[in-house]
C-alpha cells in the first residue's frame, strides 16, 4: 500500500475502527463531517519505538519493528498462572498442562504420533506450541476441563473429516 498523502494518519482510526469490528451498513445515515478534518498537527503521529519513523501503526514500515500482539497469556515471572478453560480450572500452569496432554497422549496414541498430539493439544487450550519437551514430561492427572475439550476437539475433528 502506497500512502504518498499522509491519509493513512487522517483516517487511522475509522481504518482501525473497520478493521477489527466490521461495518454494519455502508451508510447509516449520519451527516457527513462539517469541518474537514485537520491533520493531526499539533497531536504528534506515532513513531515507531524503534527507528522512529513515521507513521507508525502496529508494524513498522521502515525497519519493520513489530510490537510483540497482546497475547492471551500473560507471562510473568516467578507467577504461578493458571490455565483456565472457559471458568473451569484445566490446569495450574502451563507445564501441569503440558504433563497432561502428554498424559493423554500417552494412553491414547502410538508411540510415534504421541508428541504431536499432545502438542496440538495444548494448542488449542493456550494458543501457542508448548514450550516443553515430550520426553521430559511427566505422568499427570488429567483434568476434567482438559478432557471435555479433547473430546469436543475430538468431535469437531471427526466432523470434519466426514463433512
Ligand atoms: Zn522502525
Known amino acids: 500500500m502506497l500512502d504518498f498523502s499522509g491519509n493513512i494518519v487522517r483516517f487511522q482510526e475509522d481504518y482501525s475502527n473497520i478493521f477489527y469490528h466490521g461495518l454494519d451498513s455502508l451508510n447509516n445515515g449520519e451527516k457527513l463531517d462539517k469541518v474537514a478534518r485537520k491533520d493531526k ?24 519493528y513489530e510490537p510483540k500482539p497482546n497475547s492471551l497469556i500473560v507471562h510473568e515471572k516467578g507467577v504461578m498462572r493458571e490455565i483456565m478453560i472457559g471458568k473451569k480450572k484445566a490446569a495450574s500452569d ?5 504433563n497432561q496432554v502428554c498424559t493423554y497422549a500417552r494412553q491414547h496414541s502410538a ?9 496440538h493439544i495444548y494448542k488449542s487450550i493456550v494458543g501457542t506450541w508448548p514450550p516443553f519437551e515430550f520426553y521430559a ?9 482438559v478432557l471435555n475439550k479433547i473430546k469436543s476437539n475430538n468431535i469437531a475433528y471427526a466432523k470434519r473429516r466426514t463433512a
Not at 499539533?42 to 521502515?62: G, H, L, R, S, Y
Not at 502451563?94 to 503440558?98: I, S, T
Not at 514430561?137 to 476441563?145: L, P, V
Open 94 to 98: 502451563e507445564r501441569d498442562l503440558w
Open 137 to 145: 514430561s511427566k505422568d499427570a492427572k488429567i483434568s476434567r476441563a
Open 111 to 119: 508411540p510415534d504420533k504421541q508428541r504431536g498430539r499432545a502438542a
Open 41 to 64: 498537527e499539533e497531536k504528534e503521529p506515532a513513531k515507531c519505538p524503534k527507528c522512529e519513523a513515521v507513521p507508525f501503526i502496529k508494524k513498522c514500515t521502515a525497519c519493520g
